[in-house]
């Protein structure tokens, strides 16, 4: 049995007998079929911090109503993604779900993250309009010590789901530079480590197509920039993100957004 074919089954089949399973992050028997889609109990699930209307029409982010369309960070440059999808803020539990996944190496907390993810990316209707799912790659030294991309066991589990393929089109060209960790250097400084970062691996495939990057947390939008124009410089159609969260920045925890208008283009 495929793995769609086994996901739906499982579904089903969860519908009439309850799962023997438990929860990812506490460990309580899970007892629902939403409990089991998402490998983790209710209790927890109501610990994430969901992101609901108004967001940025660009990166996803939650605005407070009277911040307009669009935060501070996507007036201020150009973005050159069509719009980037999350489901929860990078906080809590759900924050620490992803630093499991990426630095001790519980691989299994993709399933939580990337259920959450596919459906945000249903709810937008990306299935019918996305021609893949491009994971952000990592540079081989750091897979070799992580043992597996967590990007692309994020994309696999959104693709289970909603049944768009992976297609692994980026290449890292360079390491991050200066070294020390992402999240303590400011924005401009992710900005200049991660120019020319990423190349397409085979261009051809990618031409004319829209596509989804997949990363775990966008915050500075850094990442997300340079593999969209990567892409769009191959010569993909459309880019699209899809992340498991959004780190707040100071400047939009200070709002600072405004009236704008994207002319109602849908995400
Ligand atoms: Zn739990
Ligand atoms: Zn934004």
């Known amino acids: 049995m495929?793995?769609?074919?086994?996901?739906?089954?499982r579904r089903f089949l969860g519908l009439f007998v309850?799962?023997?399973?438990?929860?990812?992050?506490?460990?309580?028997?899970?007892s629902t079929p939403r409990e089991d889609r998402f490998g983790l109990?209710?209790?927890?699930?109501?610990?994430?911090?969901w992101i609901r209307r108004p967001v940025c029409d660009r990166c996803g982010k939650p605005l407070r109503s009277e911040q307009g369309d669009r935060c501070h960070d996507c007036r201020a440059r150009t973005v050159p993604f069509a719009c980037s999808l999350a489901p929860a803020v990078y906080d809590g539990m759900?924050?620490?779900l992803i630093q499991q996944l990426k630095f001790y190496g519980r691989r299994e907390l993709a399933r939580p993250l990337g259920a959450a993810?596919?459906?945000?990316?249903?709810?937008?209707?990306?299935?019918?309009?996305a021609h893949a799912l491009v994971p952000v790659p990592l540079h081989p030294k750091r897979l070799e010590r992580r043992g597996y991309n967590q990007a692309l066991?994020?994309?696999?589990?959104?693709?289970?789901?909603?049944?768009?393929?992976?297609?692994?089109?980026?290449?890292?060209a360079k390491a991050a530079q200066h070294g020390g960790a992402q999240?303590?250097?400011?924005?401009?400084?992710?900005?200049r480590s991660l120019r020319g970062a990423f190349t397409v691996w085979q261009p051809d495939a990618v031409r004319g197509l829209t596509l989804v990057v997949v990363d775990d947390v966008y915050t500075t939008g850094a990442t997300m920039d340079e593999a969209a124009r990567a892409l769009?410089?191959?010569?993909?159609?459309?880019?699209?993100g899809l992340v498991a969260a959004v780190g707040l920045t100071d400047a939009d925890l200070a709002g600072g957004g405004g009236p704008h208008s994207n002319g109602g283009e849908e995400c």
């Not at 109990?41 to 911090?49: E, K, Q, R």
């Not at 993810?117 to 309009?129: I, K």
Request: glycine fraction near 8%; hydrophobic fraction near 45%.
């Open 2 to 9: 495929n793995t769609t074919a086994f996901t739906w089954a």
């Open 18 to 30: 309850p799962p023997d399973e438990h929860c990812l992050h506490c460990g309580r028997t899970l």
């Open 41 to 49: 109990c209710g209790a927890c699930l109501d610990l994430v911090a």
């Open 94 to 96: 759900w924050r620490d």
């Open 117 to 129: 993810m596919a459906q945000v990316a249903e709810r937008a209707r990306l299935g019918g309009r």
């Open 153 to 172: 066991a994020l994309a696999m589990e959104v693709s289970e789901e909603t049944g768009i393929p992976v297609l692994e089109a980026l290449i890292r």
């Open 183 to 191: 999240s303590l250097r400011t924005a401009r400084e992710r900005r």
């Open 232 to 240: 769009l410089r191959a010569g993909a159609g459309k880019v699209l």
